[in-house]
């Protein structure tokens, strides 16, 4: 069982940077595959971004691709999103989430077993 705490979030001017920090519970968390998610008002949850078990291998969505960064300390049992040149269009809840069944790094998110709560980003224009 793994416990994911989002946090970071909060309201930045477009084009500036927010990090997000999601914190693992547990001494197994190098055996998960990670991912970041976003939600959204009224759209359906996206991948934005995963990352393989060692950290070696990343992945992001096309409209995330060149802003963001998606890294990870196995020694902090924590992942990271680095969000620069924030549009106003990235604005949602973001999660966190584990996935113990493959190395890196699906967008499906049924393929996650465990979840954060999610962090509010709001970008304003």
């Known amino acids: 069982q793994v416990q994911l705490v989002e946090s970071g979030g909060g309201l930045v001017q477009a084009g500036g940077s927010l990090r997000l920090s999601c914190a693992a519970s547990?001494?197994?968390?190098?055996?998960?595959?990670m991912g970041w998610f976003r939600q959204a008002p009224g759209k359906e949850r996206e991948f934005v971004a995963g990352?393989?078990?060692?950290?070696?291998?990343?992945s992001y969505a096309d409209s995330v691709k060149g802003r963001f960064t998606i890294s990870r300390d196995n020694a902090k049992n924590t992942v990271y999103l680095q969000m620069n040149s924030l549009k106003p269009e990235d604005t949602a809840v973001y999660y966190c989430?584990?996935?113990?069944?493959?190395?890196?790094?699906?967008?499906?998110?049924?393929?996650?077993?465990?979840w954060g709560q999610g962090t509010q980003v709001t970008v304003s224009s």
């Open positions: 990352i393989s078990r060692s950290g070696v291998f990343t």
């Open positions: 547990g001494r197994t968390f190098s055996t998960y595959a």
């Open positions: 989430a584990a996935d113990r069944d493959r190395g890196c790094c699906s967008r499906t998110e049924y393929e996650y077993e465990y």
